[in-house]
Structures are given as structure tokens and as C-alpha cells.
């Protein structure tokens, strides 16, 4: 199993991901359960930090379509590795947006959860979200 840490400056810095986010999390979560892709997707505003999981071609397919995507500029991969379990195990994709309650989650009880999950999770997992998730 592949597990890919990314962070990408979004287009949000003319507002367009704050408004697309509900959208993306939608289709995201469907093409994740069809593709057996799993993780956690944050938004400040200006940035996407996003960790995804799943068979090596599921996400080398995600991939490709998040380096097409318009809504992404400047894709850095902040991790590549393979994993025998998944850190997200059935997240087919979360959002946490740093001010609003979103996907039926309260702010504050997503970022329990995270941090639950987060609590066995890799370092380098820990390590950037801790840096900009966690201190939301």
C-alpha cells in the first residue's frame, strides 16, 4: 500500500476553493470509495494539505488528476512510502476547514478525532499536520 503526503497552493487565494470545497469533498469521497483511496484533506484558505492511501495505482491515478487539476498550483510531495496499514482506515476523505463545521463533523470534534488518529500515526505524518492542521 502507497501513502502520499502532499500540500499544493490552491486557487482559494481568489476565493475559489472556499467555495468549491463542499464539491470537492463530494466527488472526492465518491471517487476514494471506488477507488479504495483513503485520508484526510485540510484547507486554510490558500492551501491544501492532504494526505492520501491506498493501492499504488489508485493513487497514481489520484495523482495524476490532482497535477491536472487547475484548482492546485505548485504540488509539492511531501512524502512517498509504501505503509502496511492505513493511518485513515475508513476516512474516504475528510475535510477540516479551519473555521467552519464541515461534513457533518464540529470543528472541534474533527480535530479530536485527528488527533486520536494522529496519536499512532507516522512521525512524518504527525510532523505536517501538526505544523498546520493541529495549530488551526
Do not use: C
Request: no cysteine.
Amino acid at each position: 500500500m502507497r501513502q502520499v503526503i502532499y500540500r499544493s497552493i490552491s486557487t482559494a487565494a481568489s476565493g475559489l476553493a472556499a467555495d468549491d470545497a463542499p464539491e470537492i469533498l463530494k466527488v472526492a469521497k465518491a471517487l476514494n470509495g471506488v477507488d479504495g483511496i483513503t485520508g484526510i484533506l485540510y484547507i486554510d484558505g490558500q492551501n491544501f494539505l492532504q494526505v492520501i492511501e491506498g493501492e499504488a495505482e489508485s493513487i497514481a491515478g489520484l495523482l495524476e488528476r490532482l497535477l491536472a487539476d487547475p484548482r492546485h498550483m505548485d504540488i509539492a510531495i511531501l512524502s512517498d512510502t509504501s505503509i502496511d496499514e492505513r493511518e485513515f482506515g475508513d476516512w474516504t476523505m475528510v475535510q477540516r476547514d479551519p473555521v467552519d463545521d464541515i461534513g457533518g463533523f464540529k470543528a472541534d470534534d474533527f480535530d479530536e478525532r485527528m488527533r486520536v488518529l494522529l496519536f499512532t500515526a507516522s512521525p512524518q505524518t504527525v510532523e505536517h499536520f501538526s505544523r498546520l492542521a493541529l495549530a488551526a
